[in-house]
Structures are given as C-alpha cells and as structure tokens.
C-alpha cells in the first residue's frame, strides 16, 4: 500500500481523478461521496465516466443537500446516467452529511482519496483542501484494504431511513419542502450574502486577510456549456449613495495587464470608426504558476460563474456568446465606481493559440471618457478583489504605474 498527503490547491484533486478515468484500466466500481456537489464538475467528468460504466463499471453516488450545497440541475443531471445514486439527509440540522470519499478499484488495484475535497470546482480545483489517498495492489493489500473500507461501508453502501434512491418523485418532493435550490438561485444566494456583508463601508472594517492567487477549475467544453442552466438575472452593480464616502481601493491580486493600444483607446483617424473595446490578449502576462496565459480560454475561466448567453448581430460568429460582469473602475486615478462591462467570447477560437477570443466592450458609458482621456500606451491592470460590490478592479494607470496629473 503506498499513502500520499494530496495538499491543495498545490496539488488539485481533480486532476487527480481526471488522470485515473484517463487510463486504459477496467474499473470494476467507481463510488464518489460528497456532501456538496457542483453541475460544471459533473458535467465535466460525465464521458470518462459514461466510457468506463460501457466497460462495466459499477457507478455510485452517495451525495448530500444539507446547506443548499447540492442543486437540483445536479440530480436531475445523475437522474439521467446509468448509475447508482443515494441521497443521505438526517432532519435534524445538527446532523449535516459531510464525509467526501473517492474509490476506483478494478479486479488488481484500488484508489481511495479521503479528506475535505467536495465534488465541486472550488473542492475540486481553486480551495484550500486535504486529503489522503491509498494505492492498494491485490492480493497483498487485501487485509489493510479491508480493514480501511469497513468503517467506510455506511457512506459507500449507503443503507437505512437516512438514504433515499435519486429518483423524479424524490426530486420533486425536496424542491416543494424547499430543500433543493436550483443551479441560478444558489449563486444568487452566494452573490447576495457577499453583497450584504459590504452594503455599509463605514460600519465594516477592512479584512484582515490579504487575498491571495489560486487556480481556476479547467474551462468547460463549448459542447457542454449550454448545459448550464441560464440565469435570468444578469449581475447588478452596487449602487453608491452620495451620502457614503467613496469607498477605499480594494486589494487584490493582478489577473491580467495590458498596454492600452491606440485603437483600444478609441484613438482612430478622421473618418473611421473605433472598435468600442479592450482586446483580452495574451500580452506577455503570465499566470500563477509563472506560465504565460492561453489567452484564447483564459478569460472565459477567469469569468466563467457569470451568465452567458449567445451573442447575436451583424458579423457575429455563430458560436459568439456574452456576458455582464460587474467591475469597479479607476481610469488615472479617478474612481468611476462600480458598472456592468460587457464580454465577449468566440469558443471557436479557443484551440488556436495565435489569435485572441475575448473582448471588453467600454460601452456608451465609457466609449467618450476613454476616447477624451486618450490613453494610449496607459497600464490597463485587471485585479480580482474580495469586494463585496464587485469581483473585479480596472485600473488604468500612466505606464510606469503613476497616476496622470
């Protein structure tokens, strides 16, 4: 038996998993346990595991719904596969199913991983999480094996009144007692907490913690991502009263910067028209792991949580699809505040590597601000922020990072 220490997110327990379902094995039972699942992480693992239940794996689910964790897209999605899946809720809100346990075993070997990763992007990819995992070789391990399974057995063989076969009744019945939100009200929850806990500047102190890079979960197939269930609310900005004070520059770290060329600053000759947007290239930058950006899928992970939909007009891609997120704005030292900026994305695009996918639109907000300003060759900066109004900070600065007088 060989037992590794996985610490993420130095390590991402998705790629994990994502190696064992790519290898040419017979997996005899696959069992995933989570207390909280994600749509975008199933969605991503459904054909290696569909190909590996066509080659006679036994496929399980025992998953849970306590805190709103699990959606109901999630269950109606597993309704739809050949495969096993258990619900365990205990009433009592004092008893919360929280175990996360992952098992491949096929007829010579068996990989388990036990720790505090959930069946989720963040648990998966981009949080804080431990866990271990045990490579077993049969028949030598045969004895610890089992001996490390046993305790186990309640959660990967789910009996008892506190489990309940998936199936439409079960689904149904939990949406109507309120205890199965769905995909789009489960961020908005998230969205409008965080909002909350920000309305009043004046009455929150600043964080103590200094937010700090972490990965992002692989980007979604284009062929997947109109499964994601659509949300019908676009992301508002929070609105400042004139009352409160300009709220302080919110720290954060850099995900992207740019020089603003003379086009992207609606600098054009007589007579023709400027593109109205910020190109979202790969300019040298590179990412957390020191490694220069795929500016052709970067963006469309960097903003992947916010709704898109397809974009249609004239000399408009057939694949072309957009999205609003909120930003705060600091263009030469200026606070403009928080405003929703357009993205646009050509998911066609994402295998060449030569050409960019991604545009920010000014807007006619923006569009006679930028163009009078003239910022050419100024420092386009794109920081992700902990604030509660908005997830992201433009700051434009001079060049050499100095505000213009």
């Known amino acids: 038996m060989i037992i590794t220490t996985i610490a993420q997110p130095e390590i991402q327990l998705g790629n994990e998993i994502s190696e064992l379902l790519e290898?040419?094995?017979?997996?005899?039972?696959?069992?995933?346990?989570?207390?909280?699942?994600g749509l975008r992480t199933i969605l991503r693992l459904r054909e290696s595991l569909s190909r590996h239940v066509e080659n006679?794996?036994?496929?399980?689910?025992?998953?849970?719904?306590?805190?709103?964790?699990?959606?109901?897209?999630?269950?109606?999605?597993l309704l739809?596969?050949?495969?096993?899946?258990?619900?365990?809720?205990?009433?009592?809100?004092?008893?919360?199913?929280?175990?996360?346990?992952?098992?491949?075993?096929?007829?010579?070997t068996a990989t388990l991983f036990v720790g505090s990763n959930n069946l989720t992007d963040g648990g998966f990819y981009s949080n804080y999480e431990a866990a271990v995992r045990y490579d077993f070789e049969f028949p030598v391990d045969d004895v610890e094996y089992e001996r490390l399974l046993r305790p186990l057995s309640p959660f990967?063989?789910?009996?008892?009144?506190?489990?309940?076969?998936?199936?439409?009744?079960?689904?149904?019945?939990?949406?109507?007692?309120?205890?199965?939100?769905?995909?789009?009200?489960a961020k908005q929850h998230r969205r409008?907490?965080?909002?909350?806990?920000?309305?009043?500047?004046?009455?929150?102190?600043?964080?103590?913690f200094a937010p700090t890079a972490t990965h992002f979960p692989p980007l979604l197939p284009p062929h997947l991502r109109s499964e994601e269930p659509?949300?019908?609310?676009?992301?508002e900005?929070?609105?400042e009263h004139e009352s409160n004070p300009t709220p302080p520059r919110p720290s954060g770290v850099l995900v992207w910067q740019k020089t603003i060329t003379p086009s992207e600053a609606l600098q054009t000759n007589e007579g023709s028209a400027h593109i109205g947007s910020m190109r979202l290239t790969q300019a040298g930058f590179e990412d957390t792991m020191g490694q220069?950006?795929?500016?052709?899928s970067y963006f469309r992970r960097l903003f992947a949580d916010y709704h898109w939909e397809p974009e249609t007009g004239r000399h408009r891609n057939e694949d072309q699809e957009h999205t609003f997120v909120p930003m705060r704005i600091i263009i030469l030292g200026r606070d403009y505040g928080t405003h929703n900026f357009e993205i646009s994305h050509k998911p066609s695009g994402e295998a060449d590597q030569r050409n960019f996918t991604t545009a920010m639109r000014w807007g006619r907000e923006f569009n006679q601000i930028i163009q009078q300003a003239n910022l050419t060759n100024a420092l386009f900066s794109l920081y992700e922020t902990a604030a509660g109004d908005a997830d992201y900070l433009i700051d434009i600065t001079d060049a050499i990072g100095q505000e213009r007088r």
Request: aromatic share 8%; proline share 7%.
């Open 56 to 77: 006679g794996a036994n496929l399980r689910f025992t998953l849970g719904i306590d805190l709103g964790g699990t959606s109901r897209d999630v269950l109606d999605e």
């Open 192 to 208: 409008e907490q965080r909002q909350r806990r920000n309305q009043n500047h004046r009455d929150i102190p600043d964080s103590p």
């Open 23 to 37: 290898l040419e094995v017979a997996y005899t039972r696959i069992v995933f346990v989570s207390a909280f699942v």
């Open 80 to 108: 739809r596969w050949d495969c096993e899946t258990f619900i365990f809720h205990n009433p009592f809100v004092r008893a919360t199913f929280h175990p996360k346990v992952y098992l491949f075993e096929t007829a010579t």
């Open 237 to 239: 900005p929070h609105e």
């Open 156 to 185: 990967l063989n789910p009996q008892g009144t506190t489990v309940q076969s998936l199936d439409a009744d079960l689904i149904q019945t939990l949406v109507v007692r309120g205890e199965l939100p769905s995909e789009a009200e």
């Open 292 to 296: 220069r950006i795929n500016q052709t």
């Open 230 to 235: 659509t949300n019908p609310q676009m992301p």
